[in-house]
C-alpha cells in the first residue's frame, strides 16, 4: 500500500485553516443576505501575507510557487469560507508579471502584495495586437 507523500504546505495549510476558524458560518450567511463583499477576510488574508505568495520577493511577495497558493485556496475552501475574492487576488496579478514592464512591476507589485492595492480584476490589450483602436480604462473602487 502506497502511503501520501508528506504536504510540503503543511504548515501553511495550518495556519490558514486557524485564520478561517476565525470566519465561522455566521460571517458568511450574513454577508450573503447583504450580499457583501468579505472585505475583513480577504484583509485578513492580505496581513498574514497569504495573497501575496506568488508575487517575488523583489517586489514584497513570498516568491512561492503556484501550488502553495492551491493549498491556500484549498484550505480557505475547506473551512467554508469563499475563496472568490482571494483567487482574483492572487492570480490577476500574473498577467502584470508574465506582461508588465519592469516599471509597471516595480510600481504595482509592491502595492499588491502589501494590501495598498487590490487587484481584483481587469483588462489587457497587447500593443501588437493593436490596429487604429483606442483603449481607456478607469479605477473603480467598490468596497
Known amino acids: 500500500m502506497k502511503h501520501p507523500a508528506p504536504d510540503e504546505f503543511s504548515d501553511i495549510r495550518e495556519s490558514v485553516a486557524k485564520l478561517c476558524a476565525q470566519f465561522p458560518g455566521e460571517y458568511w450567511r450574513k454577508?450573503?443576505?447583504?450580499?457583501?463583499?468579505?472585505?475583513?477576510?480577504?484583509?485578513?488574508?492580505?496581513?498574514?501575507?497569504?495573497l501575496s505568495v506568488l508575487i517575488p520577493e523583489e517586489y514584497g511577495g513570498s516568491g512561492l510557487k503556484l501550488s502553495a497558493a492551491a493549498a491556500i485556496l484549498e484550505e480557505?475552501?475547506?473551512?467554508?469560507?469563499?475563496?472568490?475574492?482571494?483567487?482574483?487576488?492572487?492570480?490577476?496579478?500574473?498577467?502584470?508579471?508574465?506582461?508588465?514592464?519592469e516599471d509597471q512591476k516595480k510600481?504595482?507589485?509592491?502595492?499588491?502584495a502589501s494590501g495598498?492595492?487590490?487587484?481584483?480584476a481587469f483588462g489587457v490589450v497587447r500593443a501588437s495586437?493593436?490596429?487604429?483602436?483606442?483603449?481607456?480604462?478607469?479605477?473603480?473602487?467598490?468596497?
Open 31 to 50: 454577508l450573503d443576505r447583504e450580499m457583501a463583499y468579505p472585505k475583513e477576510f480577504v484583509q485578513a488574508l492580505i496581513e498574514a501575507g497569504y
Open 76 to 101: 480557505i475552501q475547506r473551512a467554508g469560507c469563499n475563496g472568490g475574492g482571494c483567487h482574483a487576488q492572487m492570480y490577476t496579478m500574473g498577467t502584470l508579471l508574465r506582461d508588465g514592464s
Open 107 to 112: 510600481k504595482w507589485l509592491p502595492k499588491i
Open 116 to 120: 495598498e492595492l487590490r487587484l481584483q
Open 129 to 143: 495586437k493593436i490596429i487604429r483602436s483606442e483603449c481607456s480604462a478607469r479605477l473603480v473602487q467598490i468596497f
